[in-house]
């Protein structure tokens, strides 16, 4: 499975747009422990939308990144 996802952030009033093909609680997991990444600004992250996706292809149109 892919997963294309959506994080709102209410204290930086601010969406973050992710993708991952690792499971999707690990994912999450990782956005709210220290790191230096964008969502390590915000520990209030909100999943907002998620879109299950077969595989990566479906998510870039075809186009492997």
């Not at 600004?41 to 292809?57: E, F, G, N, Y």
């Amino acid at each position: 499975m892919y997963f294309c996802y959506i994080l709102y952030s209410k204290s930086l009033d601010q969406f973050y747009i992710g993708h991952t093909g690792e499971e999707l609680k690990e994912r999450l997991r990782r956005h709210l422990s220290n790191h230096k990444g964008f969502t390590a600004k915000a520990k209030d992250c909100l999943s907002c939308i998620l879109r299950v996706l077969k595989t990566k292809a479906q998510h870039t149109g075809g186009n492997s990144r």
